[in-house]
């Protein structure tokens, strides 16, 4: 019922044949990759390294920083998100995630207009790409530097009022599953959402805290999931833990004990639309245990847009 990516985020110290390979052995649909490691072997040759290995490209990560935090110009900042939507042409990748950069010395109503003169240049070259730009809003304690949307609802009405099909979100549940305003936006959210990343998490999203695998935090990322997909979400999800949890358990583990939880979701999913009942209540598979936030060095990496 739901296509399953793991985002190369997960496996720093794989490389890409290793991932797709192993990816591809542990049942999931498609990868979400990195630009960087995309980068290290060619577009040409990652296509075909994933494709022969039966899988899809979900998203290209990332692309963004138009209000120059990280030290570029808005112009280099859009000529880097060209060629990421390049490289999403060449790998079939359905999303380019998109951050928007700190507000830095902007007055929020002049980052708000430099974000929407990015997608105004940007849009047209990824729908001839058949590309969505995927922006991703971030809560406040753990944006460092990536976003100056930090509220859920100001990305809903920053899409809505773009009003262009090539421009979605990407709604990341480790920063938002436990937020309560979630529940009065998923109608909304349903609809323009493009992909949906998944996490786990114990105690407030921050700078420092482990993305956890699902089913080791405290999030209702089965209920919320279930709820977007009663509410007409039809994307896929991408799962992308990272830090400490996922070092102590094994790329592998990881990967295995992501399959279980995705099988348990979407079985759940079918049992509640052939019942004609709504979303998902959440529950959490018995085996799995949270094992707390520990910071890590993989978490508290500032990666680059590549």
Same mark, same amino acid.
């Given at each position: 019922?739901? /296509? +399953?990516a793991?985002?190369q985020?997960?496996t720093?110290? !794989? /490389?890409?044949?290793? =991932?797709? $390979?192993?990816v591809?052995?542990?049942?999931f649909?498609?990868?979400?990759? !990195?630009?960087?490691?995309v980068?290290?072997v ?13 899988l ?8 963004g920083?138009? #209000?120059g935090?990280? *030290? ?5 900042s859009?000529?880097?998100?060209l ?6 042409e060449?790998?079939?990748?359905a #999303?380019v ?8 010395g902007?007055?929020? %109503?002049h ?5 929407? &003169?990015?997608?105004e240049v940007l ?10 730009l995927?922006?991703?809003?971030m &809560?406040?304690?753990?944006a ?9 609802? @100001?990305?809903?009405?920053?899409? /809505? &009022?773009f009003?262009d099909?090539?421009?979605r979100? #990407?709604?990341?549940? !480790?920063? !938002?599953?436990?937020d309560?305003v +979630?529940?009065e936006l998923l109608p909304?959210?349903?609809?323009? #959402? ?5 996490a786990?998490?114990v ?6 805290? $482990? ?10 990322l089965?209920?919320?999931v279930? /709820? ?13 833990p990272?830090?400490?949890?996922? =070092?102590i358990l ?7 004990e ?10 759940s999913r079918?049992?509640a639309v052939? @019942? *004609? ?11 799995f245990?949270a094992?707390?936030?520990?910071? %890590?060095q993989?978490s508290s &990496?500032?990666?680059s847009?590549?």
């Amino acid at each position: 019922m739901f /296509e +399953i990516a793991i985002s190369q985020m997960m496996t720093p110290r !794989w /490389e890409l044949a290793r =991932e797709v $390979d192993q990816v591809a052995r542990h049942g999931f649909d498609a990868i979400s990759v !990195w630009r960087p490691k995309v980068s290290d072997v060619g577009v040409d040759e990652a296509a075909a390294k994933i494709a022969s290995a039966g899988l899809r490209v979900a998203s290209v990560q990332w692309a963004g920083g138009f #209000t120059g935090g990280d *030290g570029r110009s808005f112009d280099d900042s859009v000529a880097d998100a060209l060629e990421a939507i390049e490289m999403a042409e060449g790998l079939g990748a359905a #999303t380019v995630v998109v951050h928007s950069g700190c507000r830095g010395g902007h007055t929020g %109503s002049h980052a708000r207009r430099l974000l929407g &003169q990015a997608l105004e240049v940007l849009a047209p070259s990824a729908r001839r790409a058949g590309v969505v730009l995927a922006f991703e809003p971030m &809560q406040p304690a753990a944006a460092t530097g990536c976003s100056f949307i930090v509220r859920l609802a @100001e990305a809903v009405d920053v899409i /809505e &009022q773009f009003d262009d099909p090539c421009v979605r979100l #990407t709604l990341d549940l !480790w920063h !938002w599953a436990d937020d309560p305003v +979630i529940q009065e936006l998923l109608p909304r959210l349903a609809r323009l #959402t493009a992909s949906v990343q998944v996490a786990d998490r114990v105690g407030p999203a921050s700078a420092t805290g $482990d993305r956890l695998p699902a089913g080791h935090g405290r999030l209702p990322l089965e209920q919320v999931v279930g /709820e977007l997909v009663a509410h007409g979400y039809d994307g896929g999800l991408e799962f992308d833990p990272v830090g400490e949890t996922v =070092e102590i358990l094994g790329y592998d583990g990881v990967l295995a004990e992501t399959r279980i939880v995705a099988a348990s979701w979407a079985a759940s999913r079918a049992t509640a639309v052939a @019942e *004609g009942v709504g979303p998902l209540s959440l529950r959490r598979p018995a085996h799995f245990r949270a094992v707390g936030s520990r910071r %890590s060095q993989a978490s508290s &990496q500032t990666v680059s847009p590549g």
